[in-house]
């Protein structure tokens, strides 16, 4: 005769409200990373949650204090309080109030599920041991915090050093929150700490308000933290305000001011470095808040730069879960990072295979010195870097869209156009930020910007251009003065004669431009990269892709003016997108056949020039499948193909969008043709 209800295996278990059909379970494992904020008089521990829950989902915690005298430990007693309480915690954070100073406190948190009291062995627990200072009795306050400058991701503020204090100031911790998120969680804001009775809070939201509190630390511990003080980072466009043009052009002739009289220590930074010039992070401070970009080549020894500007991260606190792609120096892996008192999250870790040189391993840590100079919303995030153990790694944030030229081909015709200038505006921000630090990308394609799973482009792959492989899937160009460009992308001046400026980064930005409106097509198609130089000496530009409206493709030429010093700048670029973007309706004005004479565009001369018919026409552009359609339809001559449009194809039985775009992309290039005189380009 069967059982009515199948037996638990040893070490699991049913709690008793649990029916005879739901599955055995387990206690949890114990929690982990119990991290401490200690206060004066009291000790706030987070931890993470158990590695395995049991199967179960009603887990809960409860906290023990035990105060301890020599080797012996007892309970601490109705003198010390707990908030939100001791037991049945549902969060994973309790502060503990009341303690005595000098005194030795042991600290237990315990895991439990539904099924802990069956099981035969104790509850599961992390422990913490903590020596209790004295605390003064005179309280060390902060009076007032004030802003010195802001801009659209950081706040610099300042404070005075409080008097009459009888502990020297150790250190000053600044918390700091997104003013809508204060009902939120403690941990979902952010900490600073500073040696200084000032601090740069950066990495935050452009036009976000930020409500920042303070508390100074002594021999005895943290004080407590001031009145919540409210500040704001800048909009974008503040950059179009009069005044503030005009303070940037006097900062302007105070950088290049300072950086004659320090020309020696700005060429080697790590020989004679001012305090009064760099902040914490090692980044020279040119004028009041103004950041400037070091080169971490121009150190003598490129180590110093990687310690400076990149934070070193415990192995133990990353997991590598998966491989995602092949790098310059090894594979690209996604996986979690969890730092102590941080919320876990996925991020990207770049590998550095084994048999490495030291110069290689100095060309991949470089990236890592770069990136950690920069923050901002739209440039993607360095965590840190491991460098003691192997592999040698650098993780950054994970950006679960990958590649946006890639993502754009998955998603062809998914997208509007505002939902395009969106992504457009966020990379010119991006740029905008990067020349302000007088910081030259020299690769800017739409396969090294990145997207997340808001639609967020952020500007990557930094210092990587130096080193192209001769094998790389890229398409590249020696120039005469050696080394490797990506021609499609690259500026007519920087080919020539590498001169790479922000305005040659201005010029790539108009080809990312044109590979976003066109779904990631490919720039010039299948021209030879000598006949893309060619067309470009000649004043030939890319047409504007289907559908594209004529203010973006205007401001795509603009971006390709042979004149380096006619380009717009990022800043023009950025308000030029948020006019756009703030009037919808001229986005439905799209470009027409050409340009007018000062920008005639390229035509696909390599792939269309020596078709006679149209069942060549159809096979150059590998669309032969519909042949017989065209065929039946009349369309007998190339002539006659030029008239063709989009409500023509649907017709034609041409309902994919990618082919739509391809054929449309090839007969508008026809049109161009028949309008030249000599039908060809050279």
């Excluded at 890592?368 to 840190?384: D, K, V």
């Excluded at 754009?408 to 939902?419: A, E, V, W």
Aim: net charge neutral.
């Amino acid at each position: 005769m069967g059982a009515a209800a199948c037996v638990c295996r040893p070490e699991y278990h049913r709690a008793p409200t649990d029916t005879l059909d739901m599955p055995c379970t387990r206690p949890p494992s114990p929690p982990h990373s119990l991290f401490p904020q200690i206060n004066d008089t009291s000790v706030t521990l987070e931890w993470s949650e158990p590695v395995d829950s049991g199967g179960r989902s009603d887990l809960s915690y409860s906290v023990e204090c035990r105060v301890c005298v020599t080797s012996s430990c007892s309970p601490c007693g109705d003198g010390v309080s707990y908030r939100p309480a001791q037991q049945g915690l549902s969060g994973r954070s309790v502060s503990v109030w009341g303690l005595r100073p000098h005194t030795a406190y042991t600290f237990t948190v315990t895991a439990l599920n539904g099924v802990s009291l069956l099981s035969g062995q104790g509850p599961a627990s992390g422990e913490y041991q903590h020596h209790h200072r004295a605390s003064t009795v005179f309280p060390v306050l902060v009076p007032w915090i004030k802003e010195s400058t802001a801009t659209e991701s950081s706040l610099t503020l300042h404070w005075p050093i409080p008097k009459h204090t009888h502990y020297n100031i150790l250190q000053y911790q600044l918390r700091y929150c997104e003013k809508q998120e204060r009902s939120a969680e403690e941990h979902s804001c952010r900490y600073k700490e500073s040696v200084n009775n000032q601090a740069v809070l950066s990495d935050l939201r452009r036009a976000t308000q930020y409500e920042v509190q303070i508390r100074a630390r002594t021999q005895s511990g943290y004080s407590v933290f001031s009145q919540a003080k409210s500040f704001r980072t800048l909009p974008d466009d503040v950059s179009s305000s009069p005044l503030l043009v005009t303070g940037i052009l006097v900062a302007v002739g105070m950088i290049l001011l300072i950086a004659v009289i320090s020309l020696p220590s700005l060429l080697h930074p790590n020989r004679l470095k001012d305090p009064e010039l760099s902040d914490k992070n090692g980044q020279y401070l040119m004028g009041q808040g103004v950041k400037v970009y070091i080169d971490p080549f121009t150190y003598e020894d490129p180590n110093e730069a990687v310690r400076e500007f990149a934070k070193e991260i415990d192995v133990s606190c990353v997991k590598i879960e998966e491989v995602i792609g092949a790098g310059e120096f090894g594979e690209v892996c996604r996986g979690r990072l969890r730092v102590p008192g941080k919320k876990e999250n996925y991020v990207a870790i770049k590998t550095l295979k084994g048999g490495y040189t030291d110069k290689q391993r100095r060309d991949f840590l470089s990236e890592a010195s770069i990136m950690g100079q920069f923050h901002h919303p739209n440039i993607i995030h360095l965590e840190g870097i491991i460098t003691a153990s192997c592999p040698v790694m650098i993780i950054t944030e994970f950006m679960e869209n990958g590649a946006l030229d890639s993502f754009l081909r998955l998603n062809d015709g998914q997208f509007t156009p505002i939902q395009l200038v969106g992504m457009l505006r966020g990379i010119a921000s991006g740029m905008k930020y990067l020349s302000e630090m007088s910081y030259v990308h020299r690769d800017l394609a739409a396969r090294n910007i990145l997207v997340n799973s808001n639609l967020v482009c952020k500007v990557s792959d930094f210092g990587l251009s130096r080193f192209l492989q001769e094998n790389s899937s890229d398409p590249t160009y020696t120039s005469s003065l050696g080394g490797k460009i990506p021609i499609r992308w690259t500026a007519p001046e920087a080919i020539a004669f590498r001169k790479f400026t922000s305005a040659s980064d201005v010029w790539s930005y108009g080809i990312v431009m044109w590979e976003v409106m066109s779904f990631g097509e490919r720039p010039y198609w299948d021209m030879s990269n000598q006949d893309v130089i060619n067309a470009i000496e000649q004043d030939y530009r890319l047409p504007p892709p289907p559908e594209c409206p004529s203010h973006l493709h205007q401001l795509m030429l603009d971006c390709w003016q042979k004149e380096r010093t006619a380009r717009p700048r990022f800043a023009n670029i950025v308000s030029a997108l948020d006019k756009l973007i703030r009037n919808p309706a001229s986005l439905k004005i799209t470009a027409h056949d050409g340009a007018g004479p000062s920008h005639p565009l390229l035509d696909q001369r390599s792939a269309l020039s020596s078709c006679s018919s149209v069942t060549e026409w159809l096979r150059a552009i590998k669309m032969e499948r519909y042949e017989e359609s065209f065929i039946q339809a009349g369309y007998t001559s190339i002539q006659l193909l030029t008239h063709i449009n989009a409500e023509d194809l649907l017709r034609l039985g041409v309902t994919l969008a990618g082919h739509q775009k391809k054929i449309l992309s090839s007969i508008q290039a026809l049109r161009i043709q028949n309008k030249s005189p000599n039908n060809i380009l050279y």
